[in-house]
Each structure stands twice: as structure tokens, then as C-alpha cells.
């Protein structure tokens, strides 16, 4: 039986896995790696792939049938998609960014050129997420989902909680061991699992919901303390994406949160991501396994080259893998419109009146607390206190926080951070 003719876009850590798996594979003819560089040593025979750097060789190739974008970006690559799709080439991509950003207008675009257009590795690496949500679930209502999207802020709290890695080094690390993004600020600033969290919330709740609205924190304010802290109250603090569907429309954020130690999410260590999904008929499910890496995230791209070879060589062919996603954008809820207990660590002077100062804050609007620590006070006369609230409203939570930036006893707000709820 003939080839299918798979041409590569980016041949840097998974490119080159994508590559090394394909060549392996019968079916398949690589013939073209469009990188940026084409001098550069790579870790992966190349001697029947022709290696180039202008990309068009790619898409002006009538012989590629696949197109596989590994390169990461936006701009450029995004044009270059489209390109491909008017030229009716299938597209398998691992671009999350560019997916939560330009899914509805590829998907459209795709639909209307009859070629199909695969993530699975956008989210969750080498989990196989996005075909379970697509049709392993499709007799279900999703409610929820719930996830650990990202490998490298997996793995730094996780190496700062077990080996008392200091965040720098265990980013140094995560990126040497090939999970981190080119630019580590997606990964820690929580942009990443934003874009993730978007698309898993587009899939589930069939309808794009535009990544802008989509609420954002990262993990660079966590410190070991922290983590300490969260486990004598009983929590680990995980990097979280959460969907759900709430009476006045879409809750969709990307931050951490304290965990309840005994949930399934707070057992997900190192690189490895999990997603929790309620569904209306299963009940709650959870997938596990490598979020980020070379092959993990290569057996997700040549799981979908390979799911789309099958499907191209049925005699009606017909692109049936589209996601059910009404290309009409919905916003997710703001997040002052939202409800959660909250983690406070502030630094105030050690003085009379603190304790009240903070209690009145809390009281004044609304907010209820359930546990308060004070742990020693630093050579500068500063105590570090910890607060936990009840569930609370944003803004009630928002309010006193300012009220307690204004007292005279505090000196500086620590970190803020939401706990995580048990589905109802
Ligand atoms: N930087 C990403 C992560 C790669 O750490 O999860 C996988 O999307």
C-alpha cells in the first residue's frame, strides 16, 4: 500500500521525537522537517528527510498529505496552518497556544477544505485526553473537568515538597529534562494551563470559550513554607485548571490551589499530569500520566498521524474527527463572580492588635475563618501569619484583602490561594 507522506514543521525536542517514532513506522514517509536552523545537529537520523528552513517546501508539496506542526508560536505558524488546510493537507498539531487562541477559525477553515485537524497532544502530553473527552465520553453532560495541565510546574512543587528544591533549580531542571516551554514564563505564570484549560473547556462544554476571558495566576509566589504550611492544614498545593459549569454560565481559570490531600489530584507527582472529568452518565473519572516530555507528548502527535492515516485510506473518507464545538465564542464567568476558601499568608509587625486587626478585615466583609497560624517572628520583627477562610465570594475575599494591605500591622501580603473543592 502507498505511503502516506507526512511533512514536519519543528524539529526541536518533540519534532525530533514525532521523527524518530514515524521512521519507524512502515506506513509512513517523512519527507520534509522545516526548522529554523537547518545547520544545527539533531538527536535523530534524518537521511531519507529532506531538512529545510523555509516551510512553504512543506505546504507547497501536492505529495504531503500530513502536516505536522511541532514548532510552537502563534503568528507565523498560524498563517502557515491555513495555508496548508486551503491546500488540503490534514493537520496534526501539539499547539495549544495556537489551538486556544485560532481553534474555532481553524476548525471552520478545515471543515469547510474536508481535511481534519488533531491536538491530542496539546493537552496532558501523552494522556490520551482529548479522544476520551471527544468520543470515549460523548454520552455524557460534562460538568467538570479538572486538571494538573502542566509538567514543569508539576514538577517544580513537587520537587520543592520531596526534595526541598528551591524554584530555580527545579525550573533549571525541568527545562534540562526537555518539559519546560521556550519561554519557562508560560509555564510558571500560568499561561499554559490557561490555553489548556481552554481548550478542555471548549471540548467539554461545546462551545469556544475565548482564552482572554479565562482567568490566570502562576506559582512563582509559592514558597516551601507554603507548602509546608498547606500540609499540616491538610492540603498539597497544586497548579490546577478547572472547568465547570455554573448557573450563571462557564467557570474556567488556570491557578494553584490547596488540594485536600486524600483527592486523587494531590497523589499526581513530577512531571505526570492528571484530569478529574465529572460526566453526567460515568461519573468522575481520572486519567493519568506523562504531561510533558520528548515521547510522551511524540505518542500523543503519531497517535493522531496514525488514527488519521486509517481514516484516510477508508474509501469515504470524511473528516469525522472534527470536535463538536459551536465556533460561536462564549466568555467564562469573571472571576470576582466566582466562590472559593482561601489561603492567606501576609507578614505584619509583631505587635498588640494584629490578630484583631485581621479578624476585623474578615468580619467586616463577610469572610469567615477557619484556621489562623502565626509562626515565629523574623529577626525584623516581622510575624508571618497564615489564614484559611470558609468559602467565601471573590469579592468579599477581594475587599478585606485590600482592607488588610491598608492596616498599619501589615507589612506585606505573602500569597493568596484558592482551595480546591470536591465536585458536589
Ligand atoms: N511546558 C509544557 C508542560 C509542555 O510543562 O506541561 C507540555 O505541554
Redesign the pocket.
Known amino acids: 500500500m502507498a505511503k502516506i507522506t507526512v511533512g514536519i514543521l519543528g524539529l526541536g525536542t518533540v519534532g525530533s521525537g514525532v521523527a524518530k517514532l514515524l521512521a519507524d513506522d512502515a506506513r509512513f514517509r517523512v519527507k520534509w522537517a522545516a526548522v529554523r536552523d537547518a545547520s544545527k545537529p539533531r538527536d535523530v537520523d534524518l537521511a531519507r528527510v529532506r531538512v529545510t528552513d523555509r516551510p512553504f517546501d512543506i505546504i507547497d508539496d501536492p505529495e504531503v498529505e500530513i502536516l505536522v506542526e511541532v514548532a510552537g508560536g502563534v503568528d507565523t505558524i498560524y498563517e502557515l496552518i491555513k495555508t496548508g488546510i486551503e491546500r488540503g493537507k490534514h493537520v496534526v498539531t501539539?499547539n495549544?497556544e495556537l489551538i486556544a487562541k485560532h481553534g474555532s477559525e481553524i476548525f471552520e477553515l478545515a471543515h469547510r477544505n474536508n481535511v481534519t485537524v488533531l491536538f491530542e497532544?496539546?493537552?496532558?502530553?501523552g494522556i490520551p485526553l482529548i479522544s476520551t473527552l471527544q468520543r470515549g465520553l460523548q454520552a455524557n453532560r460534562i460538568s467538570r473537568v479538572a486538571g494538573i495541565?502542566?509538567?514543569?510546574?508539576?514538577?517544580i512543587l513537587t520537587s520543592m515538597e520531596q526534595r526541598g528544591a528551591g524554584f530555580d533549580a527545579a525550573l533549571a531542571e525541568?527545562q534540562r529534562l526537555g518539559?519546560?516551554?521556550a519561554d519557562?514564563r508560560?509555564?510558571v505564570e500560568g499561561f499554559?494551563?490557561a490555553y489548556?484549560t481552554t481548550i478542555l473547556a471548549s471540548l467539554a462544554f461545546g462551545s469556544f470559550v475565548d482564552v482572554e476571558s479565562v482567568y490566570k495566576q502562576g506559582i512563582t509566589g509559592i514558597t516551601d513554607s507554603d507548602i509546608s504550611v498547606a500540609r499540616e492544614f491538610g492540603y498539597k498545593i497544586k497548579m490546577i485548571g478547572l472547568a465547570q459549569r455554573r448557573a450563571g454560565g462557564l467557570d474556567v481559570r488556570a491557578h494553584p490551589m490547596l488540594v485536600p490531600a486524600r483527592h486523587p489530584l494531590a497523589s499526581v507527582e513530577g512531571?505526570n499530569?492528571a484530569i478529574f472529568i465529572s460526566g453526567s452518565a460515568v461519573g468522575e473519572v481520572m486519567l493519568l500520566g506523562p504531561?510533558?516530555?520528548q515521547m510522551p507528548?511524540a505518542s500523543a502527535v503519531v497517535g493522531d498521524v496514525i488514527n488519521l492515516a486509517s481514516a484516510l485510506r477508508l474509501p469515504d473518507f470524511a473528516p469525522y474527527f472534527q470536535p463538536a464545538i459551536d465556533s460561536k465564542r462564549s466568555q467564562a464567568c469573571s472571576i470576582e463572580d466566582c466562590e472559593s476558601a482561601f489561603y492567606l499568608r501576609l507578614e505584619a509587625t509583631d505587635t498588640p492588635g494584629v490578630i484583631g486587626n485581621l479578624g476585623h478585615a474578615f468580619g467586616a466583609h463577610n469572610v469567615s475563618l477557619n484556621s489562623i497560624l502565626q509562626r515565629g517572628v523574623t529577626a525584623g520583627g516581622a510575624a508571618t501569619i497564615v489564614l484559611l477562610t470558609h468559602k467565601t465570594s471573590e469579592r468579599s475575599f477581594a475587599r478585606a484583602l485590600r482592607e488588610i494591605e491598608s492596616q498599619p500591622t501589615t507589612r506585606r501580603i505573602g500569597v493568596a490561594l484558592r482551595v480546591f473543592e470536591q465536585a458536589s
Open positions: 501539539a495549544k497532544a496539546a493537552v496532558g502530553g495541565l502542566n509538567g514543569t510546574t508539576n514538577y525541568a518539559f519546560a516551554e519557562p508560560d509555564d499554559d494551563v489548556k512531571s499530569n504531561g510533558a516530555g507528548t
